[in-house]
C-alpha cells in the first residue's frame, strides 16, 4: 500500500504563488501516472493536473493551463504542483492521486488532501 502526504496549501493573495508537495512511501516508479486533483465546497472533484510517471507527459485542466505546473522528483519520491498567478476560483482542497497496478488491477491512492485558499 502507498501513502501519500500533501502539504504547501495556505492562504494567499489572489496574482500569488504556493508549491504544493506531495510526498510518497513508495517510489513513484511504481505508478503509471501521478495527479493533483482539487474539490471546492459544494462541487465535485475535478482533475487539475496529471503526469505519466516514466516518460514525464503532462496534462491540465483549461482553467490552469500556463499557471500551474506539475513535476516530480524521483529521488525524494514527491510530486509538487507549482502554483502561479493564483486566482480565488482555485481556492479548493487539493489532493494527490497515485494510479498504481497491482495484479493486472489499476488502483487509485489519495492523500488527505491540504486546503488551498485564495482571497484578498
Known amino acids: 500500500q502507498v501513502q501519500l502526504v500533501e502539504s504547501g496549501g495556505g492562504l494567499v493573495q489572489p496574482g500569488g504563488s504556493l508549491r504544493l508537495s506531495c510526498a510518497a512511501s513508495a517510489s513513484i516508479f511504481l505508478s503509471n501516472a501521478m495527479g493533483w486533483f482539487r474539490q471546492a465546497p459544494g462541487k465535485q472533484r475535478e482533475l487539475v493536473a496529471t503526469?505519466?510517471?516514466?516518460?514525464?507527459?503532462?496534462n491540465y485542466v483549461d482553467s490552469v493551463k500556463g499557471r500551474f505546473t506539475i513535476s516530480g522528483d524521483n529521488v525524494k519520491n514527491t510530486v509538487y504542483l507549482q502554483m502561479n498567478s493564483l486566482k480565488p476560483e482555485d481556492t479548493a482542497v487539493y489532493y494527490c492521486?497515485?494510479?498504481?497496478?497491482?495484479?493486472?488491477?489499476?488502483?487509485?491512492?489519495w492523500g488527505q488532501g491540504t486546503q488551498v485558499t485564495v482571497s484578498s
Open positions: 492521486n497515485a494510479k498504481i497496478t497491482q495484479s493486472g488491477v489499476e488502483y487509485d491512492y
Open positions: 503526469m505519466i510517471t516514466r516518460g514525464g507527459a503532462t
